[in-house]
């Protein structure tokens, strides 16, 4: 069986899916990916065929370019996957005559939950209605649409199979997803070949917003401050920040551009984020109780999935970071609830049920 996977190159979107791919090669797929040029080292790591499009700051000509080249070979190809952000998959398949899956990596979205998801951060400009209009005519051109929203259309225009990465008992507005075309996979586990060095002696406080952060000198010196004197290491990952802009750093508090997130978890006591699915995900597998600070889209949403499973907290008020991670680490009702979850997960489909659902549908369409 021969798959076209299609994605944009966004790194919370794409990630989660190797480990699926990697299970579709293991039960016998052939598995082309497609991405920008820039992430071919990383998809042929997974072990896919990789083909590459054209990249471009701009959302909109990204996604045209990821049209054009995938119509340029979809006829080689028994069925297609894709994931959510990419909406044009379902009506390349359809023109095509060609089963597709679509992929969630954050939860399933209704009518109410894209309202949220845009209301802050870079989505936020298609609150404007004409703007979504003339945005999605721009992509869609002659393509027949659902809707002439590129955003309903990932509401209202469902693959015949969608699969979601998490649990069903953490998705919101779980009642409005049926259960013959969503099945929730879980969190996407899988070895990321990765390392790091570092001895644990003390209680550890792994702390990252992602890679770029609004005020992050002033953030990045408020936890220096709260966590000098404490007997603790913090691993600090600080994305795209300059870290030599940070003076007067005690030895407890370890800072790096980027770290292997996946190993540090296996370390630490407490993870405080900015509510992205991955790390949620991720502090989840490993059961790390969270300090979650959202800034935009899906990541308050998440942070009020995390306090429903009582597996950490949403931070209000910065001054209260100190007293807030101090708190989380300390609650044993909360570890226990993280015990609950990490059971759920175990149980739940994985990357590997999903790669068998995937084919028996594409099977089925034949």
Request: hydrophobic share 40%.
């Amino acid at each position: 069986m021969k798959l076209l996977f299609i994605n944009l190159p966004y790194y919370g979107h794409v990630v989660p899916t190797i480990g699926l791919v990697q299970e579709l090669i293991a039960q016998g797929c052939e598995v082309t990916y497609m991405l920008p040029y820039d992430w071919e080292d990383k998809i042929k790591a997974s072990g896919a065929v990789f083909c590459g499009y054209n990249n471009h700051k701009q959302l909109a000509e990204q996604m045209k370019h990821a049209y054009a080249s995938a119509e340029k070979i979809i006829s080689h190809f028994d069925g297609i996957i894709y994931e959510q952000f990419f909406f044009l998959g379902k009506h390349l398949a359809e023109k095509y005559q060609k089963p597709a899956v679509r992929v969630f990596t954050a939860p399933v979205t209704n009518k109410v939950l894209m309202e949220r998801f845009i209301e802050k951060g870079p989505l936020s400009i298609f609150k404007c209605k004409w703007i979504n209009k003339a945005f999605t005519k721009d992509i869609a051109k002659d393509i027949s649409m659902k809707t002439d929203n590129w955003l309903d259309e990932i509401v209202y225009n469902p693959a015949g199979l969608n699969l979601v990465y998490t649990l069903k008992e953490y998705q919101p507005y779980i009642e409005d997803f049926s259960n013959d075309l969503y099945k929730f996979l879980g969190p996407s586990i899988y070895d990321r070949n990765e390392e790091f060095l570092f001895v644990k002696t003390r209680p550890i406080i792994y702390i990252s917003l992602g890679t770029i952060v609004k005020g992050a000198k002033a953030f990045f010196n408020q936890c220096i401050e709260d966590f000098k004197n404490e007997d603790v290491d913090v691993i600090l990952s600080c994305g795209n920040f300059d870290i030599r802009k940070l003076k007067s750093v005690p030895s407890n508090i370890h800072i790096y551009t980027r770290v292997p997130q996946i190993e540090v978890l296996k370390i630490a006591d407490v993870f405080v984020n900015h509510g992205g699915m991955n790390s949620v995900s991720e502090a989840l597998v490993y059961g790390v109780p969270m300090v979650v600070i959202p800034f935009a889209s899906d990541q308050f949403v998440n942070a009020e999935c995390v306090e429903k499973l009582g597996v950490g907290k949403k931070l209000d008020d910065m001054q209260a970071l100190k007293s807030l991670v101090s708190s989380v680490m300390m609650d044993t009702g909360m570890k226990e609830s993280m015990n609950r979850v990490q059971d759920m997960i175990h149980d739940a489909l994985g990357n590997s049920g999903g790669a068998k659902l995937i084919i028996e549908y594409i099977k089925k369409a034949f």
